[in-house]
């Protein structure tokens, strides 16, 4: 009897706290709803997105500004005197390349080029040095900077010059203008010349002939180039005395004399032109004019069948004949260019540049029209 009666308030017992835990549960959630909620009556604190900046405000402001100017030009600046540095490193590695080249260890002009090119790359140095400083500290003074950023960039013009000039005299120490071989006349001899055999026979009622010369020696008479015929032996001539530069055409009685002295051991250009109509003559030296005369074999022509020679005169007889050896050419000759016409100021100056080599004569053309060397004359490069 009492069985089913337990059994009854056991079951009515166990819903009962079902229910309730269920409703405790409800109730822990919706105090935590409402416990991380705003509470309704709050009022949510607001922005001051529009507050205007103070006077110190806007002086940071500015002082930011400036300082940001200053370090663009400062910026500026070290992009300029690095690629300054770049390009005087350039100009250094490509001069020390082309020294690298077998030569007289004893020769005392090799030694003063060996020492003037340590002290430009000491300087070279020093700045790259100075920049770096100068690039790692802070300048609190922009005007103590801009004196130093300066004083940097001055130096480096003044390096810059220095190779220049180091530069124009290794070019005239080996060969000039860019041209790749020269022919070595060792010694005076009667029997040391180059005879040039241009492709067409030469008539000229003008002309103008440019050479690179580098003489050992310069005696009263040096033939550089000369043209001759059985009839005139003296039709063309550029030679060299102890004291001037000569030009002749037609015979000694048509001379135009430059008082120029050609420094031994040291390359020159020459040029020389002629024109018949009024007998116009000219002499250029390293791009400058050094002579000129009017009257000079007026409307005389240049004929043909003539033998063409270089560092030798020609008597007329023979190819290879009757030569003085007084009158010989030793040293190096290269760049031997002949016109059919009188080159312009411009031209002249063009053809004595520093890379003209490859500029030729339509007569005769360096590096083109044959020209053999004889009785120990010798190409070299």
Not at 43 to 51: A, G, L, V
Not at 309 to 337: P, Y
Request: glycine fraction near 8%; charged fraction near 25%.
């Amino acid at each position: 009897m009492h069985l089913p009666a337990i059994l009854v308030c056991v079951l009515w017992s166990a819903v009962r706290a079902e229910n309730s835990d269920d409703y405790e549960l409800m109730y822990v959630n919706l105090d935590n709803e409402i416990d991380n909620g705003l509470h309704p009556t709050e009022d949510p604190t607001p922005c001051d997105c529009r507050r205007e900046h103070s006077e110190w405000d806007k002086l940071f402001i500015t002082l930011e500004n400036s300082q940001m100017r200053q370090g663009m030009l400062l910026q500026a600046t070290d992009d300029v005197l690095r690629g300054e540095l770049r390009r005087l490193r350039e100009e250094l590695g490509r001069l020390a390349g082309s020294l690298e080249r077998p030569c007289t260890p004893a020769a005392p002009t090799e030694a003063r080029l060996a020492r003037v090119l340590d002290e430009l790359l000491q300087a070279s140095r020093d700045a790259s040095r100075r920049l770096a400083l100068l690039e790692g500290a802070e300048a609190p003074r922009p005007e103590e900077a801009g004196r130093a950023l300066g004083a940097v960039l001055e130096e480096l013009r003044q390096t810059r010059a220095d190779l220049r000039a180091v530069q124009g005299w290794a070019a005239r120490r080996w060969l000039p203008a860019g041209c790749e071989t020269a022919i070595l006349f060792p010694m005076r001899s009667k029997k040391i010349f180059g005879s040039v055999h241009p492709a067409t026979p030469i008539k000229l009622e003008s002309f103008s002939a440019c050479i690179w010369v580098k003489a050992t020696d310069v005696l009263n008479k040096t033939i550089l180039f000369s043209y001759g015929t059985k009839r005139n032996p003296y039709e063309v001539q550029l030679y060299l005395s102890s004291q001037a530069t000569v030009l002749v055409v037609g015979g000694e009685e048509n001379k135009l004399v430059a008082d120029t002295v050609i420094s031994p051991g040291r390359w020159t250009h020459l040029c020389s032109t002629w024109h018949s109509k009024k007998g116009h003559m000219s002499l250029w030296v390293d791009g400058e004019l050094v002579a000129t005369a009017v009257g000079m074999a007026t409307d005389h022509v240049v004929p043909e069948g003539g033998i063409l020679q270089i560092g030798q005169e020609k008597n007329g007889c023979c190819v290879g004949g009757g030569f003085d050896e007084t009158l010989a050419f030793s040293g190096r000759l290269t760049g031997f260019n002949i016109w059919d016409r009188v080159l312009s100021n411009e031209e002249i100056i063009e053809v004595g540049g520093a890379e003209a080599c490859h500029i030729r004569g339509n007569v005769v053309g360096w590096g083109v029209t044959e020209i053999q060397p004889h009785g120990g004359a010798q190409y070299i490069s």
